[in-house]
């Protein structure tokens, strides 16, 4: 079957043609595959049995390796246990012991299948604890939840009443004056703030009272002293930046974290962890405290899924996985960047964030960000074998991938090289990639 027959069927089959927007088609390419087959480490295949390179690895939750076998038998001994019993198994027990080990200050945790669910139940701890309905979330970071309370931030308002996002305020990033701003505007009335750590844009250092602290502490520290609830969202950064989550690499210490992705390798798992004092909001033995009804979802903790975030953890324990995807990131993020100095377009093709967050930022000839330009190097990294519509480096990428990859770039970049002096139009096949956030299809 042809690519644009696959599309035809899955886009009559599925809203979007795909169970989340970033892999609909308007985030590649035309000449993307668009089906998959298989994967296996760091390579995927597509129906005809083509090969690819990928670097988008699932949406940033495979960071093993496609199909690791030390995972995969972990989750399937747990499924010949029954998959998912009656009452709580002794795997969720250890599970959770697990997770609290592994986030400094969390005492508690609760499990469920995607990123969405445990932000919001992070956000309804917050309200049911302090009694405050306001939530501050940065507006350079791009998603915390598909529900409204979130997604009533973003262009796609079409079906969500106003008040059910009014009470989410938006603050600048590494701007600690526009979140000042909003406690003073709304005092004694903000929930939480809710935030990742970083993404390829990292936290600002600034100095107070003599010392050194990042921007992260600084929210901290506004939250602590506001009696707001101070929340991280590790869904990307987990598992990626420290096995303890990026809040130890970046020294701080949130009321609540949330998990996900690479934590079970590709498995559906993800976590809410936090202190006792506000999970316990969700608990039933508290005989005549007003409830809290948390998260009850029936799969959260289905025995395939805690078997491979168990396996997970043991093998980034034991073989240094988070050492790798620095090192490897690294050795991309500078060997991309010389190839792009090599050819004259560091003002117009370079990379930005850090080794295990990177980002490759694309200018037109006017200098400025163009998603034109961004998706002509990826028709063009297909063309020569690699999937990239963003980098997310996993344990299998190695010194073989590496050099291909940096192949793949340089003749990539002189295509784009091409492109910047006789025009986009003569080398670009099909439509520009667009915001998934948009208004208007």
């Not at 080990?101 to 990123?115: I, T």
């Not at 997970?312 to 100095?341: M, R």
């Not at 770039?409 to 670009?428: F, N």
Request: glycine share 8%.
């Amino acid at each position: 079957m042809k690519n644009e027959d696959y599309k035809a069927r899955l886009r009559a089959l599925i809203p979007g043609g795909a169970h989340t927007y970033s892999r609909g088609d308007d985030q590649y390419p035309s000449n993307a595959p668009a089906i998959l087959d298989r994967g296996k480490g760091a390579y995927i295949w597509d129906p005809s049995g083509k090969k690819y390179l990928d670097y988008g690895m699932a949406l940033r939750a495979v960071t093993l390796g496609y199909a690791d076998e030390q995972v995969n038998a972990a989750a399937f001994r747990e499924m010949e246990k029954g998959v998912n019993l009656t009452r709580a198994t002794t795997l969720e027990l250890e599970a959770a012991q697990t997770m609290v080990d592994l986030v400094k200050g969390a005492d508690m945790v609760k499990f469920a299948k995607n990123g969405s669910n445990v932000t919001t139940a992070a956000v309804k701890i917050a309200r049911s604890y302090t009694g405050r309905k306001y939530v501050c979330v940065p507006k350079q970071q791009p998603f915390f939840s598909f529900d409204d309370w979130f997604i009533g931030t973003t262009p796609v308002l079409k079906g969500i009443p106003s008040e059910h996002h009014s009470t989410t305020l938006v603050f600048e990033y590494n701007n600690i004056a526009s979140l000042q701003q909003l406690f003073d505007q709304y005092p004694d009335q903000i929930a939480a703030v809710i935030m990742e750590p970083a993404t390829t844009l990292l936290p600002n250092m600034s100095e107070k009272d003599g010392k050194t602290i990042n921007f992260l502490q600084q929210v901290q520290a506004i939250c602590n002293k506001n009696g707001t609830i101070f929340i991280i969202d590790e869904m990307i950064t987990g598992f990626r930046w420290h096995l303890n989550g990026a809040q130890a690499y970046y020294g701080i210490e949130p009321d609540i974290s949330t998990f996900g992705k690479g934590m079970a390798n590709g498995f559906a798992v993800a976590a809410l962890v936090g202190k006792r004092e506000l999970m316990d909001v969700g608990s039933i033995d508290k005989i005549g405290s007003e409830r809290t009804f948390l998260l009850s979802t029936t799969h959260g903790a289905e025995m395939c899924g805690l078997g491979a975030f168990l396996e997970t953890v043991k093998i980034y324990k034991e073989q240094q996985v988070v050492d790798h995807l620095w090192k490897y990131g690294a050795q991309l993020f500078d060997g991309i960047n010389q190839i792009s100095a090599g050819l004259d377009l560091k003002d117009f093709f370079y990379m930005d964030g850090n080794a295990v967050s990177m980002n490759y930022v694309t200018k037109d000839q006017e200098g400025n960000v163009s998603l034109g330009f961004r998706t002509l190097f990826s028709q063009e990294m297909i063309r020569n074998g690699v999937l990239i519509p963003w980098i997310a480096p996993s344990f299998m990428h190695r010194e073989e991938e590496l050099q291909f990859t940096l192949d793949a770039v340089a003749q990539s970049l002189a295509v784009v090289k091409k492109a910047l002096g006789e025009g986009l139009e003569k080398y670009l096949v099909g439509p520009a990639i667009k915001p998934v956030f948009r208004q208007f299809n």
